[in-house]
């Protein structure tokens, strides 16, 4: 089962910044919080992913609570290809779990004109 | 350049039959995966190799065999294939070190399988 809780679906506007929550309560320790999203069809693709510093590069922001509980994706400038769903998952780096990435359902995010 | 390769995109088959489903990466990669995503959009793992070992097999029929001849490839065939087969299957790859995975993975585009 999936160890995040994200809202079902966002609406943003274009050129504004889309900020996607996730819960993740349960993190332990050694484990870190990665984004991916999935544009229609396409396979998923990898955004981000972080321990407990917040994160940047050229697609997004990632703002991880000091207690870990939760995250913050965030888009700075939102386009219409941006449309897609968002997956927050947390995951250990190693161990029996070797690799594995539990999705959930996901925050589908429209960005319109 | 495609980094994770799977071939075909789209295959339309009877029940019954056996097909394969080939996946390619060129990223250097040592550990590659199967997803399937059903109907309801759910993106769950079906298997995991590392350097051609296997290392997670989730529950899936046994009808399900993964094969990796090499680092870069990793191919799946399906026996006596049934309706509820029916799904979009993405091969994926990241790179492990020291036993972790604590990079980005790298999905395929997919390949739709429908089953009449």
């Known amino acids: 089962d999936a160890k995040t809780t994200q809202p079902t679906s966002m609406d943003c506007a274009e050129g504004r910044a889309a900020n996607l929550p996730c819960n993740h309560s349960t993190i332990s320790g050694n484990e870190y919080v990665y984004w991916y999203r999935q544009i229609h069809s396409q396979g998923p693709q990898y955004i981000i992913h972080?321990?407990?510093n917040n994160e940047t590069n050229e697609m997004a922001s990632l703002i991880i609570t000091e207690d870990r509980k939760s995250s913050t994706l965030i888009l700075p400038h939102a386009t219409l290809r941006d449309t897609a769903v968002y997956y927050c998952?947390?995951?250990?780096?190693?161990?029996?779990?070797?690799?594995?990435?539990?999705f959930g359902q996901g925050t589908i995010l429209t960005v319109h004109p | 350049d495609t980094a994770v390769s799977q071939t075909p995109k789209y295959l339309v088959t009877q029940m019954g039959n056996d097909k394969s489903i080939k996946c390619e990466q060129n990223?250097?990669?040592?550990?590659m995966y199967w997803y399937k995503q059903d109907s309801k959009k759910f993106l769950k793992i079906m298997f995991s190799y590392n350097n051609k070992e296997l290392i997670i097999n989730e529950t899936v029929p046994n009808r399900f065999s993964p094969k990796s001849p090499d680092k870069a490839h990793l191919n799946l065939h399906i026996n006596s294939l049934e309706l509820g087969d029916s799904a979009v299957y993405f091969c994926?790859?990241?790179?492990?070190?020291?036993?972790?995975?604590?990079?980005?993975?790298?999905f395929g585009s997919g390949t739709r399988l429908t089953v009449v």
């Open positions: 998952i947390v995951r250990e780096t190693g161990g029996t779990s070797y690799g594995k990435l539990t």
């Open positions: 990223l250097g990669h040592d550990t």
């Open positions: 994926a790859s990241s790179r492990t070190t020291g036993g972790k995975t604590n990079y980005g993975y790298t």
């Open positions: 972080g321990l407990k």
